[in-house]
């Protein structure tokens, strides 16, 4: 699809006006360069209002099949990639029905009956949202996949996790990643949220208050597998659709940088936990050694300005009164450049996951030492010293460890029993990461058998 410099079609409102438009409003005014990417969804909403306008005889059986034929043809261009318009078009709308009208003739003239430009152009928007949710949703599971697929196959891999970037306690690797599939599992609701709210047609709200045809919103709706309008003002001022799908992206872009973040800390030369394959990093022009994890960078940077097209939309929409205002022509840049900027983050994201290779030694030896001190004060508090009491002596046991440069495996039983009396029995085998993981009983916890349960559902959740 591009740009011709075929001048020759004239305003869609020409009628009113004396002079043609000043050649710097039309650049500021027309929404074509962008909006030419509704094209698709522009002529299936006519397709089935040309359809509509035939069965309910505002037009005859055979105009509605020539309406119809001749906008099958345009779509063929659309898809072809073969479809041109100008600046002078304004629009997508136009620039079909100017189209339309070279293929078809005057009988195009006839298409735009019981519609306005304000119900057709929100139907455009609603059947690319559907259709971008549906994307997304798919790129979603595909990530969700990846990360059950690495969980399983990762099950005795321990790392630390952490509180205030600090190491905190023991964890299974694969717990962790599933920590992230849920995340994605509510991403997932939202994006079938946002795709619901698309699937409402606001088709036969004309301008805004209906038309004196005889048309069938109920129809046209059906035709599109959408629900019918319900309030013609109401329809055509409405985006809350497109707000839900940027703020189901926006919270998706959060998964992703806060997963992009982890990684970046996992694939430094400090951590040393994960090495991403060549494939999905790049290196630098100067610095021969280098290997950076740029996918994950982006992941992390690319949630700022998901968050700023959610903004955007919100912003814009917040001072309008209902009914169309021209400010509405601004929701379209932030959802399509939303979409963009999730869509091939999504396309990475698995393959990534899976030719990772992770440093289990490493990762383990991090999730030794101090990280186990918890263990100690609850094997107190099950044996019927006060919690308080007992996170106080095994904190004055760290810090003995300190003075005597002793890790917490390698701590003397005196010094145990010092801390303590009732730590002289303590089970040596608690004090490694693999003891500390299996030792946890609670619903949901990192111990080998919860996880196990997660993945079973995590299974489920994908097969079903
Ligand atoms: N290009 C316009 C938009 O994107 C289409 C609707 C124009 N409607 C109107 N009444 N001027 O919003």
């Given at each position: 699809?591009?740009?011709?410099?075929d001048?020759s079609?004239?305003?869609?409102?020409?009628?009113?006006?004396?002079a043609?438009?000043?050649?710097?409003f039309?650049r500021?005014?027309?929404?074509?360069?962008?909006?030419?990417?509704?094209?698709?969804?522009?002529?299936?909403?006519?397709?089935?209002?040309a359809?509509?306008?035939?069965?309910q005889?505002?037009?005859?059986?055979?105009e509605?099949?020539?309406?119809?034929?001749?906008?099958?043809?345009?779509?063929?261009?659309?898809?072809?990639?073969?479809?041109?318009?100008?600046?002078?078009?304004e629009?997508?709308h136009?620039?079909?029905?100017?189209?339309?009208?070279?293929?078809?003739?005057?009988?195009?003239?006839?298409?735009?009956?019981?519609?306005?430009?304000?119900?057709?152009?929100?139907?455009?928007?609603h059947?690319?949202?559907?259709?971008?949710?549906?994307?997304?949703?798919?790129?979603?599971?595909?990530?969700?996949r990846?990360?059950l697929?690495?969980?399983?196959?990762?099950?005795?891999?321990?790392?630390?996790?952490?509180?205030?970037?600090?190491?905190a306690?023991?964890?299974?690797?694969?717990?962790?990643?599933?920590?992230?599939?849920?995340?994605?599992?509510?991403?997932?609701?939202?994006?079938?949220?946002?795709?619901?709210?698309?699937?409402?047609?606001?088709?036969?709200a004309?301008?805004?208050?209906?038309t004196?045809?005889?048309?069938?919103?109920?129809?046209?709706?059906?035709?599109?597998?959408?629900?019918?309008?319900?309030?013609?003002?109401?329809?055509?001022?409405d985006?809350?659709?497109?707000?839900?799908?940027?703020?189901?992206?926006?919270?998706?872009?959060?998964?992703?940088?806060?997963?992009?973040?982890?990684?970046v800390?996992?694939?430094?030369?400090?951590?040393?936990?994960?090495?991403?394959?060549?494939?999905?990093?790049?290196?630098?022009?100067?610095?021969?050694?280098?290997?950076?994890?740029?996918?994950?960078?982006?992941?992390?940077?690319?949630?700022?300005?998901?968050?700023?097209?959610?903004?955007?939309?919100?912003?814009?929409?917040?001072?309008?009164?209902?009914?169309?205002?021209k400010?509405?022509?601004?929701?379209?840049?932030?959802?399509?450049?939303a979409?963009d900027?999730?869509?091939?983050?999504?396309?990475?994201?698995?393959?990534?996951?899976?030719?990772?290779?992770?440093d289990?030694?490493?990762?383990r030896?991090?999730?030794?030492?101090?990280?186990?001190?918890?263990e100690?004060?609850?094997?107190?508090?099950?044996?019927?010293?006060?919690?308080?009491?007992?996170?106080?002596?095994?904190?004055?046991?760290?810090?003995?460890?300190?003075?005597?440069?002793?890790?917490?495996?390698?701590?003397?039983?005196?010094?145990?029993?010092?801390a303590?009396?009732?730590?002289?029995?303590?089970?040596r085998?608690?004090?490694?990461?693999?003891?500390?993981?299996?030792?946890?009983?609670?619903?949901?916890?990192?111990?080998?058998?919860?996880?196990?349960?997660?993945?079973?559902?995590?299974?489920?959740?994908?097969?079903?």
């Open positions: 699809m591009g740009e011709t410099d001048k079609a004239a305003p869609l409102w020409g009628g009113r006006f004396e043609s438009p000043d050649e710097a039309e500021l005014n027309a929404s074509i360069p962008f909006d030419v990417r509704l094209a698709p969804h522009d002529v299936r909403g006519s397709i089935a209002h359809k509509m306008l035939g069965r005889g505002i037009v005859s059986e055979q509605s099949d020539e309406l119809v034929r001749g906008l099958e043809a345009v779509l063929g261009e659309v898809e072809a990639g073969e479809f041109s318009w100008t600046l002078a078009d629009d997508v136009t620039a079909v029905e100017r189209r339309l009208r070279e293929v078809v003739g005057g009988v195009a003239l006839k298409l735009h009956t019981g519609r306005s430009r304000n119900d057709q152009v929100a139907l455009d928007l059947l690319f949202v559907r259709e971008a949710a549906d994307g997304i949703r798919g790129g979603v599971l595909a990530a969700m990846a990360l697929e690495v969980a399983e196959a990762n099950r005795d891999v321990v790392l630390p996790g952490y509180t205030h970037l600090q190491r306690q023991p964890i299974l690797l694969s717990h962790h990643l599933l920590a992230h599939f849920w995340a994605f599992e509510r991403d997932l609701r939202r994006l079938e949220a946002a795709r619901e709210a698309a699937n409402r047609s606001p088709l036969g004309a301008a805004l208050g209906g004196p045809h005889p048309i069938d919103p109920a129809f046209t709706a059906r035709e599109l597998g959408m629900q019918p309008p319900v309030n013609s003002l109401d329809a055509v001022s985006r809350d659709f497109a707000l839900d799908l940027l703020y189901a992206c926006s919270v998706l872009g959060v998964h992703l940088s806060r997963m992009g973040e982890e990684w800390l996992w694939t430094s030369a400090e951590f040393g936990f994960a090495v991403l394959d060549d494939a999905y990093s790049s290196g630098s022009s100067i610095m021969p050694q280098k290997k950076n994890p740029d996918a994950y960078e982006l992941m992390r940077g690319k949630a700022g300005r998901l968050i700023g097209n959610l903004n955007a939309l919100l912003i814009t929409l917040k001072g309008l009164p209902l009914g169309y205002s400010d509405l022509q601004e929701d379209k840049e932030p959802i399509f450049d979409v900027a999730v869509v091939p983050m999504l396309a990475v994201l698995p393959e990534m996951l899976r030719t990772a290779r992770f289990g030694e490493r990762m030896r991090a999730a030794g030492g101090f990280a186990l001190a918890t100690l004060a609850d094997y107190l508090a099950a044996r019927g010293v006060p919690f308080r009491d007992a996170h106080h002596a095994v904190g004055r046991l760290v810090r003995r460890c300190e003075e005597l440069s002793v890790s917490l495996e390698e701590v003397p039983d005196d010094e145990l029993a010092a303590h009396p009732a730590l002289a029995e303590f089970p085998g608690l004090l490694t990461p693999e003891g500390s993981v299996s030792n946890k009983k609670s619903g949901g916890s990192t111990s080998p058998g919860s996880v196990e349960e997660q993945l079973r559902e995590a299974g489920r959740l994908l097969d079903g």
